[in-house]
């Protein structure tokens, strides 16, 4: 069964700070999906990464996917208390695609 | 342009009763993912359905669970005398093609029913 570990499982931080968060894996994923989830809400989802070595922005945010396609970061760049969340990464499974997530990471950003 | 829809949002329900979750895909997308999130854990999926087809019951627990998405409706979870280790929140998920045929698997979440087991 294919695993995803995410650190760390909480931050808080000062709005203004910069901060990255990770997803590491033994196994190959086809694609690597980030989510943020907010207290009573599903996921949503914020970006897909498919190639190995990808990098992609979104505003303040930054993806990028491992070479090897085992690994993920999410960096964000001068916190705002709307980042606050849970960050979720989650890898395609098997042949069907059903996603496998890890456990996320509590992010806490204070004005 | 609709999002997932879930019903209900919260769910009370007696140990030994049946709770029924619906979930009522994007437009557009014939393809729904069922996961169960408990307190302090990951989503964990459950079962994978297209239009009156099971394609993939295999995070599903043997006993007392059941899912359906039928011609017309929404699909249903289905949970026969809940116990309270059943206490959490569903998600629904949809997406549009079958995910093989998907570059990177996209699925787009509903808000969830939370379901409390007294």
């Known amino acids: 069964t294919q695993l995803l570990e995410q650190s760390p499982q909480f931050l808080s931080i000062q709005e203004g700070e910069n901060l990255t968060v990770y997803c590491n894996s033994s196994s190959v994923f086809s694609s690597l999906q980030w989510y943020r989830q907010e207290p009573g809400e599903g996921p949503v989802l914020l970006v897909t990464?498919?190639?190995?070595?990808e990098v992609k922005k979104l505003k303040r945010l930054t993806f990028q996917f491992g070479d090897a396609r085992k690994d993920s970061s999410l960096h964000i760049t001068a916190a705002q208390p709307g980042d606050t969340g849970l960050y979720l990464c989650?890898?395609?499974?098997?042949?069907?695609?059903?996603?496998?997530f890890g456990k996320g990471t509590k992010l806490s950003v204070k004005p | 342009n609709a999002g997932v829809m879930q019903n209900p949002r919260h769910l009370v329900r007696r140990r030994g009763q049946e709770a029924r979750l619906r979930c009522s895909p994007m437009k557009g997308h014939s393809h729904v993912y069922w996961y169960r999130q408990l307190p302090e854990e990951g989503l964990k999926f459950m079962v994978y359905l297209q239009k009156e087809n099971i394609i993939d019951e295999s995070g599903m627990p043997k006993e007392r669970f059941s899912a359906e998405f039928p011609k017309e409706g929404p699909s249903i979870l289905r949970i026969q005398q809940v116990v309270r280790g059943d206490s959490a929140a569903y998600f629904c998920a949809s997406s549009p093609l079958h995910s093989r045929l998907m570059i990177g698997n996209e699925q787009f979440f509903g808000p969830g029913t939370r379901l409390t087991v007294l």
């Open positions: 989650a890898g395609a499974e098997g042949s069907q695609g059903n996603l496998i």
């Open positions: 990464v498919v190639t190995g070595g």
